[in-house]
Structures are given as C-alpha cells and as structure tokens.
C-alpha cells in the first residue's frame, strides 16, 4: 500500500516543479519583454535628443557663419587683414573645440559625472553605496 502513495506524492511532486517551472518561464518572458520595451523607450529618446542636437548644431554653425561674415564685412581695414583676423579668430575657435573635446572624450570625465568612480570604488572595498543600507 505504501507503493502507491510514494507514486502519488512523486506524481503530485512532479506536477508541481512543472507548474512552477511554466510560471517561471512566464515571469522571465514578461521580464525580458519590459526590458526590451524600456530598450526600446530609451533608444527613441536618444534618438529624439540626438535629432534636437543635430538642429541645434546646425543654428549655431549658421549664426557662426553669420556673425564672422558680418564682421569681416564691419570691420575696418583691408581685406588681407580682415582675412587674417578671421584666420586668427577661426584657429582659436578650433584650439577650444579641440581642448573641449578632449577634456569631454576622458574616461575620468565621464567616471566623475556619472558617479561610477565612487560605485566601483565601493565595489571594490565592499562598502555600502549609501549609509542607510548599513
């Protein structure tokens, strides 16, 4: 008599650890679909901000444009002086751009502003992130 019941329980058993298997499944499915909904959510976001930048970027180059064709039009002088203040005033334009860039493209710079110095710091020494997890 004892044969059927350990048959039973195993079955019961059994039906259970699949049961629980299926919601697991599910669960997973329905946690990689809200991760690929907000992946989706972030890339547009992205996108938008990069298309709002791109626009941005071309006004300013334009009113750049603008503005030194005007002073080399207002400006006093002759036209070869006029053209090599323009020079000057354009390669001190691009020393800034390349200073900025590289100050911008630094690991270190992105660490720091982004706070992931002080996680992997605290990944390292095994601290808390913050004094009320203690």
Known sequence: MEKPIHKLLWI????????????TVQL???????????GVQALRLSVGLAFVM????GLAVAGFLLLHAGLFVLLPGS?????????GLGAVYLLAVGI?????LRDR?????????RLVEHALTGQPLCKSSQ
Do not use: P, Y
Not at 12 to 23: G, I, K, P
Not at 100 to 104: D, E, G, H, K, Q
């Open 12 to 23: 019961v058993l059994l039906q259970s650890v699949q049961r629980q298997s299926r919601t």
């Open 28 to 38: 997973a499915r329905i946690r990689a679909a809200r991760a690929a909904v907000k």
């Open 54 to 57: 791109l626009l941005l970027a």
């Open 79 to 87: 036209i070869e002086l006029r053209a090599w203040l323009m020079l």
């Open 100 to 104: 900025a860039a590289v100050r911008l």
């Open 109 to 117: 710079f992105w660490m720091r502003a982004s706070g992931a110095d």
